[in-house]
């Protein structure tokens, strides 16, 4: 079982560029949830998917992100345009179902200059 | 607004030792109540997890101890070993929640065991 899949691992990018995230959920399983964590604010759930619907966004913190989910194998969250205060690793993680006990995958580090 | 208190921040034990870390939360209808551990360069991982019906649960050398009335919640490691070394985040999540899909986590405790 490979786990939760998360590209780039590092991104490093300049203030006003789009910015790509990626995420393989574990296979079979129904909900993905991503997240954000920093030092000051800790881990925070952006979004939230259960059968690629999304479910609950009231986490993502403005109209620059965008999350996707257009099969069971794969999702992206998008952050266009980028600003330094959005630097940051992000978390996908998946569940069998909202239920379940989630995996996190190994994160994202995205610096925003 | 942060829904969940964790404290230390820091923590720093001899090895054999017992770490205690600590968690409190303010909203009422929370009703489920995990640890996560998360080693450097890996995302979080499950390690326990408890409903307000008990007061306390045992898994292997980690134990959840839960006082609903003061609505705190805390991790006890046994017998800590230098592997144990790692941050470790409490959360919360709702009664309206039908799982753990609405988790709020505490800020994190860097644990370090010293041999």
């Known amino acids: 079982d490979a786990g939760v899949i998360q590209s780039p691992r590092h991104e490093v990018t300049e203030m006003g560029q789009e910015v790509t995230l990626r995420c393989k959920p574990i296979?079979?399983?129904?909900?993905l949830f991503w997240y954000r964590q920093t030092m000051m604010r800790g881990l925070e759930l952006l979004i939230y998917?259960?059968?690629?619907?999304?479910?609950?966004d009231s986490g993502m913190p403005e109209d620059r992100f965008s999350a996707k989910m257009p099969n069971a194998s794969f999702s992206t969250l998008k952050i266009q345009p980028s600003e330094p205060r959005d630097s940051a690793v992000y978390f996908c993680?998946?569940?069998?179902?909202?239920?379940?006990?989630?995996?996190f995958g190994p994160g994202t580090r995205l610096t925003v200059l | 607004q942060q829904q969940v208190k964790q404290s230390p921040q820091s923590l720093i034990v001899q090895k054999g030792g017992i770490p205690i870390i600590n968690c409190a939360y303010e909203?009422?209808?929370?009703?489920?109540f995990p640890w996560y551990q998360q080693f450097p360069g890996k995302g979080p991982a499950l390690l326990i997890a408890?409903?307000?019906?008990?007061s306390e649960k045992k898994e292997g050398r980690f134990t959840i101890s839960f006082n609903k009335s003061a609505k705190q919640f805390s991790l006890h490691i046994m017998d800590s070993q230098p592997g144990d070394s790692a941050t470790y985040f409490c959360?919360?999540?709702?009664?309206?929640?039908?799982?753990?899909?609405?988790?709020?986590f505490g800020t994190g405790t860097r644990l370090t065991i010293i041999p």
């Open positions: 408890i409903r307000p019906d008990v």
């Open positions: 909203n009422t209808a929370f009703d489920y």
């Open positions: 959360a919360a999540s709702p009664r309206r929640s039908f799982g753990n899909e609405k988790l709020t």
């Open positions: 296979s079979g399983h129904n909900s």
């Open positions: 993680a998946s569940s069998r179902d909202f239920r379940d006990t989630q995996y």
């Open positions: 998917f259960n059968n690629n619907v999304p479910i609950d």
